[in-house]
């Protein structure tokens, strides 16, 4: 793969005052290069998309949906290049990226069928021979600022509802996977949406900054670090401006002692392994009960030593690399804290040999974790699980709630009244039972409490709202002065 990924501003494709290259994490490769911009091209950007959304916001909603049913038809066209690009810049393995970007066709008609359910609300007046109503309009101009662990669904998630509710975006994507934002451009463009809706500006806090900072731009969606999503979120709360924000996690999988436990230890495998346990919803915790703990990690070890490693495109291979050095320098500095705090079953290293030249963490489990250790609260983001024994369902949901994280998380039982307990007790956004902690369909709400979420869910049914403004409209339709009472 070559692709020199430019901006996208106005419709017109260019380069930024400086270009950086595009390496692959799984064996340093050259797979193109990106712009490095900074203010300018973003404020560039954002006068851009102030002048095209007027006339966008013009464009009836079902028009704008079909905009968006021609974007899924290009999408399914060319999923597989989209996959392997993916794949490449990323590193997560081929049949995961095209989950991802099957995954994100999803999200694309979700939001495209919701241009024809863009209801408000009808009402009787208090006042004889008016109607009250309420209409949804666009803010304007939005910032969408992403992460690089879904660089294909993520941005997405966020265009697809901005625009069908006739808002323009200025999208800056992570600066790790630029490949896919620049791929995701030229579909907008061939999909039909106007010049100017769809802008994309590459590089990394800089233009994030303006977009944060510009009067132009009325709200800000993030999906990122909650280091970073917290700074946001007072920026923007300062300048009174509308934000959304998706932030790290440390889910949990509860396993109780009337659990199938071959079934939550592959659960339990997929999620922390999966990915290279760089899901947002990825599990990075099992919190066990102890009459079936020892049978558990068991299982779990073997199913992490038979993790296969390697170039994410190899066929045989399950787990790819980091995403970059900085990102597995921390996977290895929890490896070594953990080392310290509890007992390692296997891993915890660095992989070398055919390996040494990406960025292989060894797939971790830690056993005998204390609820309260660094590596049982703290955002790891790599292949990496703490295993926490506990004695009941209670000491469970405390250990499970003692983290400033809250995505989401699962519990393994037979017990339908445990089941429910964890429900409604578990301090997550989504809760999932025997099933695994990752994974969202895009009719259902997504995200987190605590200091994951901050403000709308994304996806789901009311995905598009954060996008728009709800206008309430008095229609005398009765002639003559209004009467009653007019407080
Ligand atoms: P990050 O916070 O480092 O970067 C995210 C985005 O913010 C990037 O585009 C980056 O360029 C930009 N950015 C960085 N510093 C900035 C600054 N000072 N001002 C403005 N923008 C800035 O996160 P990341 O490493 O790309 O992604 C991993 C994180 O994302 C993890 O914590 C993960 O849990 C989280 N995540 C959360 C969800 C969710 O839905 N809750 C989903 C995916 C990822």
Redesign the pocket.
């Known amino acids: 793969m070559d692709i020199r990924c430019q901006n996208l501003i106005g419709g017109t494709f260019s380069d930024g005052a400086n270009t950086l290259p595009n390496l692959s994490p799984a064996d340093g490769a050259s797979l193109g290069t990106r712009p490095d911009s900074g203010r300018d091209e973003a404020n560039a950007a954002i006068a851009a998309a102030k002048e095209a959304q007027k006339s966008w916001a013009q464009v009836t909603a079902p028009a704008r949906g079909a905009a968006l049913f021609r974007l899924v038809r290009l999408l399914e066209r060319d999923q597989e290049k989209l996959a392997r690009a993916l794949s490449l810049e990323e590193g997560k393995i081929l049949p995961e990226a095209r989950g991802e970007v099957g995954k994100t066709m999803r999200y694309v008609e979700f939001a495209a069928g919701d241009c024809r359910r863009m209801t408000g609300i009808t009402s009787e007046s208090e006042v004889g021979g008016t109607l009250g109503m309420t209409l949804w309009r666009p803010l304007g101009v939005v910032g969408l ?6 660089p294909v669904c ?1 941005p997405l998630w966020k265009i697809a509802p901005a625009i069908a509710a006739g808002n323009a975006v200025v999208l ?5 996977t630029p490949a896919t934002a620049h791929l995701i451009a030229e579909l907008c463009l061939e999909a039909g949406i106007p010049e100017g809706i769809v802008n994309v500006v590459h590089g ?2 800089e233009p ?2 303006a977009l ?1 900072e510009s009067p132009d731009v009325a709200a800000i969606s ?8 917290l ?2 979120e007072g920026e923007c709360a300062k300048r009174h401006k509308r934000v959304q924000c ?4 440390k889910n949990p999988l509860i396993v109780l002692n009337d659990a199938d436990v071959a079934m939550a230890a592959a659960a339990c495998a997929k999620g922390a392994f999966g990915s290279t346990g760089q899901r ?1 919803t990825a599990t990075s915790r099992a919190i066990v009960q102890s009459g079936i703990a020892d049978e558990f990690v068991a299982a779990v070890t073997e199913a992490a030593k038979a993790v296969r490693a390697g170039h994410p495109l190899d066929e045989a291979t399950t787990m790819g690399p980091s995403v970059s050095e900085r990102q597995l320098a921390q996977v290895l500095k929890y490896m070594e804290i953990g080392k310290g705090e509890a007992e390692c079953k296997t891993g915890a290293t660095r992989l070398g040999g055919d390996l040494a030249s990406g960025y292989f963490p060894e797939p971790t489990v830690f056993d005998h974790v204390a609820a309260d250790s660094r590596i049982a609260t703290e ?1 790891i ?1 790599g292949p990496v699980l703490s295993v926490v024994r506990v004695d009941n369902l209670d000491d469970a949901i405390s250990a499970a709630n003692g983290v400033r994280y809250g ?1 989401t998380g699962s519990v393994f039982t037979n017990n339908l009244q445990d089941a429910f307990h964890v429900v409604n007790h578990l301090e997550t956004g989504m809760t999932h039972v025997n099933n695994p902690t990752i994974g969202g369909e895009a009719h259902m709400p ?3 409490i605590k200091d ?2 901050v403000g709308a869910r994304e996806m789901g049914p009311d995905a598009w709202r954060f996008y728009a403004e709800e206008k309430t409209v008095y229609i005398n339709y009765g002639g003559g002065a209004r009467k009653g009472n007019l407080f």
């Open positions: 600022i992403t992460p690089w662990n879904f993520i800056k994507p992570a600066p790790e990394d806090a994030a900054k944060i993030f999906t990122g670090s909650t280091q970073v999503g700074m946001i998706e932030l790290g996690g947002c955002e983001f995505l997504f995200g987190g994951t979420g």
